[in-house]
């Protein structure tokens, strides 16, 4: 491993891509640590923990934030709303077939397609910094030290916080183009692992056996996390044979292969997608802070065995949905049709891409299933057992990371490869 990554620094541009994601990775952090104009920073974090106490959603939301919710600081969007931004557009590209037809049209369909979610992560980002400014103000921050009337201090602090997650955005999108990794992955990495300090130190101190609870959690954890990428590397094989032809006076084809498909295709993707599903009426009762009855809607969305329900039930939906959309049957057995390959005993043609569409639907199934239950189980023990750490680095958080290290890991791996030199664990 260490032969490997001295490897990835003596290539120049793999070298640059990694200074440029860690470069963003902190530039973000700071950011998140960087107070809006007006807050007093020595009073605000008491404020927020104390008014927000009760709050599951608000927790959750300052979970993905990276803490940077509670800081009132000028990242305080996080990256919810360009997530938010990409389901939806990815949804209508499902059920809207003029956007369907721009996504297959290539590079430039694409280009078109990330233009929409700017838009609309625009318009979100600016709904929730509305939302965010109310949430403040009912919870005693003041941002009187602006000394300006109140019409302009809150058109102030909506505009750095449209502005931060405009600059969230960005650095996301520079990461992916001149990086290594996914930026918006990447960005919930740091996220989580941010948190990961206090949780510790907030288990030792606040457990009935302090370490010993926090030393045993940690161990279950380490012990999960090769199980979690034995699955994410999982593949079924579905055995493809050529046949063989005369193109003069060579033969060609007639060699055996397989066509893998992995047991979770989608990755990491319906984590992330459900879990901003689930956090949107947190975010929308921000605006209403004082309306019961819609905090503690948001609330049983948040935690509680609604949540876990739900977690469930769309974790698995867009396991499959995100299949469909990245795995199309019908273009795979067309492609095998025009190449001369054919899986034995399936004739080629409608009945290969049926055959692969009963795999697909058999393998994704259990997938989905781990990976809810992963997501779900940490949240259950933490409903018990009070324990923090559960909270901030239980199921979703290490099956994000292990998924976001997995395939970054796998980038670099394609990268090293590139240049004639080995992978990292070679």
Do not use: C
Request: no cysteine.
């Amino acid at each position: 491993m260490f032969k490997g990554i001295s490897s990835a620094f003596r290539i120049k541009e793999l070298r640059n891509k990694i200074f440029i994601t860690v470069a963003i990775l902190l530039l973000y952090r700071f950011g998140a640590y960087l107070p809006a104009p007006g807050v007093p920073f020595a009073r605000m974090l008491q404020a927020f923990q104390e008014a927000s106490a009760g709050s599951g959603a608000v927790a959750v939301l300052n979970l993905f934030s990276g803490g940077a919710l509670s800081r009132v600081s000028v990242f305080s969007l996080g990256i919810m709303p360009y997530i938010t931004a990409q389901i939806i557009l990815q949804m209508f590209q499902a059920v809207i077939p003029s956007l369907g037809e721009l996504a297959k049209e290539g590079e430039s369909g694409q280009r078109k397609i990330t233009q929409y979610t700017r838009y609309l992560t625009v318009v979100l980002a600016l709904v929730n910094a509305i939302g965010y400014y109310f949430l403040f103000k009912s919870y005693g921050i003041s941002f009187s030290n602006l000394g300006f009337p109140e019409y302009i201090e809150a058109f102030i602090i909506v505009g750095v916080l449209l502005v931060g997650a405009m600059i969230i955005m960005w650095l996301g999108e520079v990461i992916t183009q001149r990086g290594v990794g996914n930026g918006m992955s990447l960005i919930i990495f740091a996220n989580i692992m941010a948190g990961l300090p206090s949780a510790l130190t907030s288990s030792v101190n606040t457990s009935t056996f302090g370490m010993v609870t926090t030393l045993v959690t940690l161990l279950v954890i380490l012990a999960i996390i090769p199980i979690i990428i034995f699955i994410e590397r999982g593949q079924r094989r579905i055995p493809v044979q050529y046949a063989k032809r005369v193109m003069g006076r060579r033969i060609m084809g007639g060699q055996s292969t397989y066509l893998p498909i992995k047991v979770n295709t989608a990755g990491v993707v319906p984590i992330i997608f459900a879990s901003a599903l689930l956090y949107m009426p947190a975010q929308v009762a921000v605006f209403f802070p004082r309306v019961d009855w819609i905090q503690a809607f948001a609330n049983s969305l948040s935690t509680g065995w609604v949540n876990w329900v739900l977690s469930v039930v769309l974790i698995v939906f867009f396991a499959y949905f995100y299949t469909a959309m990245v795995f199309n049957p019908d273009e795979t057995a067309d492609q095998l049709k025009k190449a001369g390959g054919f899986v034995p005993g399936v004739r080629p043609g409608g009945a290969t891409a049926a055959y692969i569409k009963d795999v697909l639907d058999h393998i994704t199934l259990p997938g989905a299933l781990f990976m809810a239950a992963i997501a779900v189980i940490p949240s259950i023990m933490f409903r018990f057992t009070g324990n923090t750490l559960l909270q901030a680095f239980g199921g979703t958080s290490v099956l994000i990371m292990v998924g976001v290290a997995m395939d970054t890991i796998s980038q670099l791996e394609s990268q090293l490869k590139m240049h004639n030199y080995e992978g990292l664990f070679h």
